[in-house]
């Protein structure tokens, strides 16, 4: 059976993190809701750290706009499948990884599709203030460990990108409607849970093109379309990816002294 431990590929991640936690990092499962700008490069930090076990969500396709920020975004990949293409990626960084790509929509009528209670991880990048309200609701009713991206866009400072309890977030206009929303409907998420996200919040100084044929982004969903630049999106998702990372480091090295490690 594959493990990451015997992986040359990943004996700089092992070099530093030791065999039980690369071990478990083969073993955890891990769903990621959302392979946008910020998803996308998430998949890509937890691959590359050698998590093996990913499932991949989102029903969009490539769009041409999609290039200025999706990893799995270029000229050749445009008006493919988003978790397929990402998919193709991943298994280029490690053939043996186990990558489930699941093209259909998150929401409540399909929520119960997912098993989330099947998962170790539930990660959040879905950027639709309904579904990501559902998600949230949903992830932290069941076993697993849930993380969730507030807002990239409207940033360009890469000094700014945070982490904090979700009723801590500060300065999101994305987290402060979400906690609106509970608060109308008196309904809370299950636990609490950690957030990466951003204060910054600049206006849109140009104006937005037509979409292409293939643009996703202006089906409707959207309120509306706001601009992003690819160093925030990644930072998030790396941020997310990290925190996954982070917390699989301290489970399996708890009670040890550095030197044990």
């Given at each position: ?125 879905i950027d639709s ?94 309120a509306q379309i ?36």
């Amino acid at each position: 059976m594959y493990s990451p431990v015997s992986d040359p590929a990943f004996n700089r991640t092992k070099l530093l993190v030791g065999d039980d936690v690369m071990s478990a990092m083969g073993h955890v499962r891990v769903i990621l809701f959302g392979v946008g700008g910020v998803g996308s490069w998430c998949a890509e930090g937890l691959v590359r750290s050698g998590i093996t076990h990913l499932t991949l969500v989102d029903s969009d396709c490539v769009s041409r706009s999609n290039i200025n920020r999706q990893l799995m975004a270029t000229s050749r990949t445009v008006g493919q499948v988003k978790v397929e293409a990402l998919r193709d990626r991943l298994l280029e960084i490690n053939p043996q990884a186990e990558i489930t790509a699941l093209q259909r929509p998150y929401n409540a009528e399909t929520a119960e599709t997912f098993q989330l209670e099947s998962y170790d991880y539930i990660l959040d990048a879905i950027d639709s203030l309904k579904e990501k309200s559902d998600l949230i609701l949903r992830g932290t009713r069941t076993p697993a460990v849930f993380f969730s991206s507030m807002g990239a866009a409207l940033k360009v400072n890469p000094q700014g990108v945070k982490v904090a309890e979700f009723w801590n977030v500060r300065g999101c206009p994305l987290g402060a409607a979400i906690r609106k929303k509970y608060k109308q409907n008196h309904t809370y998420p299950g636990h609490k849970f950690r957030c990466v996200y951003d204060e910054e919040v600049l206006p849109n100084r140009g104006t937005a093109l037509a979409a292409d044929a293939s643009n996703s982004e202006w089906d409707g969903r959207k309120a509306q379309i706001n601009g992003t630049t690819a160093h925030i999106t990644a930072i998030f998702g790396m941020t997310l990816a990290g925190l996954v990372i982070e917390d699989i480091y301290k489970k399996n090295t708890a009670g040890r002294n550095d030197s044990d490690i």
